[in-house]
């Protein structure tokens, strides 16, 4: 996808934000119900949420996170020991220019059995190729570790190498919000170039925290 320095006319800019006003307004009922109710996330919204990063993280490539160049991203296969958990690769370029390939991987779930098992299963995620992985979850952090005392801390320890990424409304609405606009572009009459010249001077982007979080975990803590 292209993009162009100058800014958006009155026009394109008057009907893309309107496009992200609209499906902002009818995402976050929704949303509001999947917060307060932990229970309720589920396979759809694991699908949905990584779909959503997967977009904005793409429309970043070439940019930089405090440093961090935004390279390139992969899709992982869906079979496989990881058993289609690993949703899929970012690479990045650190400041001391070495490579690092990010897994990505959306666990909304609040079965203990579920989040127990995949946390197991993630423990070898290097063996994809990978130097992290970023978990994201909704909830708390330490709650998880008190629910899931024996894997979590190993998967999050040093050695192993996992980062823990809380999901905030703000910032998945903004996600899946974005993900809306392109999905029901035609029905707003409205142009991808137009929508990601929005979202590169908006800078909506660039400064999620959810965004900023999964980049700056590709910074890699080498264990003592």
Known sequence: MTSSNSPLSNSDLRVVTTAFAVERQVLTPELSHLFANPLAWGNDDKQRIAAGLLLCLSLTIGQTINEIEIERLERLPATGRDRGLIDFKLICRLPDLRQVHLGICVLPFSD??????????????????LDRLCLIRQGNLMTDVDRVPMCLPKLLSADIGGHFIALKFKDLLTILTTLSVFQHKQQHQIANDTIFNYLLHSKQLIENELIKGIVMAAQVKKSH
């Open 112 to 129: 203990l059995d579920v989040v127990n098992e995949a946390c197991n299963l993630l423990l070898v995620y290097k063996d994809f190729g």
